[in-house]
């Protein structure tokens, strides 16, 4: 699936590119590495969810709106985060604030292109939708630090 | 007979009158003046017609044959209403023509001469009344000067002047007429002075960079550079304040065009303000359309990978496009509603479309009007889905007789919660599944992410029961 690679794909990814990713459970030790999911699409983020676990992430929460988002944030939960852009309507731009004002690494996968996203998202990493799994697996491990 | 007088061949003419023959000498010393007056005559353009006191034609020019259409053998001695009748541009002038003639011996004007064939001339004429050696009246001589084609010209340049000058009033852009040498307006119209909150004459001498179109003089300047080099400019996009300081964007067309001779600006301004807008509106909408693709896209590709993870692989296919067929419906219901949230009654009629000739009988649906969030729709939706697939395969709606009842309420406790249902009654003994599917999740773990809250599952014999509840803050708009 060549093609998939050559359009679309965000240049933040460029960082983070690579055609020989590992297996998706293999030579990664995830452990204590506890992900927010902030997604406002049930099934996507239940599909996130399934993938990260999988993956061998440890999901500390699900959040479809910005509050419940913020709450998880605030609570020290969690090592990184997921963000989707747009919560309904509202953005998720101050969640990306609050994870950046704690030094908490995430990364932002959107429908939206990157020069569309507000500045707030700025500097993270970011995925468009619809994403590969692998790659969307590749990224969130390449913004935690190496254990 | 008229070659005979111009060759010389006849001494004299004898013209009869009223008051008698009268005799004009041809030939001797004062013959051969005449000719040479005649001949002189014969080369002026205008046409020259002398008449009698009687009003009778005693001469007349090649330029006066040419322009009444009539022979001079024919015209001489012939009154003067046989060669053109006048019409007067206005009443008084025939008055003041003979009251002219009365006081002073000569008239010049402008009038009508209609020719006997009709065609109409329009003259300015020169009217000289001719006198014997001893003063008495004998006559007059006419000089006429044909301006038929220039007054036509002129009232198509009035014609043309009325119109252009219209669209230049009236016109919904600003016009402004620029002097190239100096750079300063020599005209605006009004649609311009609206536009600026100046007067016209305010505008007037004054420079663009002045008028705030341009950021300076060099700006100016420049323009009227390139005008030269060019012949037109455009600026898409420059900005404009008016003088109450409103803010204006506007496209300029600049063009240099010749005047008879002289170089003007002629610059069109027009307010696009509101296309920007527009454009910036479709841009907007075209970004939002491409994201809810792109999310519709992520969706449909979740929903795929579940479908295929849990359940038959045989039965893939069917069992992904009736998913999608759900997330169609739960899509129209959320665009039809611009995203700002779903009425519960109609997210549960979108679901349920297959079965609408069941509702009432063996589909009850009761709850109050509740408008639920995005998210809470998409979730409930799916689950409202899988519950009515089930129904239809194993549950209440796989046999004749059995019921469904749709509830949902919202309790009226401190802490309010939306509360749905979903009980069937009536189908084949149920058995709780020994593996857990896509279908389950959805009803289950899903639908709680969507709405912050607990849904409990039981499989009950007599049929399945769903139970969900929620804040109220979490579920409904």
Redesign the interface.
Known sequence: MEFERAGGECVSMNRVGNNDEPPLTAMFNNQHRRVLIVEDEPILAFALEELLIEAEFEIVGVATRLEKALAFIESGVCDAAILDANLAGVSAGPAALALAARGLPFLILSGYSPDQLSNAFAGAPCLQKPCKPERLVAALRAILPAQ | MLRAIRSGEADALVVESDAGPQVYTLQGVDAETNRLRGEMLAQVSDAVIAFDSEDRVIYLNNAAERLYGIAASAALGRRRSKIYEARWLHPEDEAAKATALRDHGEWRGENVHVRRDGRALNVESGVTILREGAGQPAGMLAVIHDVTERKRHEDEVLVSEIRYRRLFETAHDGILILDPGTRKIIDANPFMTQMLGYSRNQLVGKELFEIGLFEDQAASQEMVQKLTRANQVRYENLPLESQGGRHQEVEVVANLYDENGCPVIQCNIRDITERKRSEEHVKLLM?EV??????L???????A??TS?YGDPATFAARLSDRIDGLAAGQDLLVRNQ?QGVEVSDLVEAQLAHFKDLIGTRVLIEGPRARL???AA??IG?ALHELATNAVKYGALSNVEGQVRIAWQITAAIKPAFLMSWLEDGGPKVAAPTRKGFGQ??IG???E??V?GIAEIIFRERGLSWNLSAPVE?ALA
Do not use: C, D, P, Y
């Open positions: 970004a491409n994201h809810r693709a792109k999310n896209l992520a969706v449909v590709q979740a929903v990978q579940a993870k995203w969030t995005t998210s998409q979730g799916m999740i959805v773990r899903m639908v992410t969507a912050e979490n």
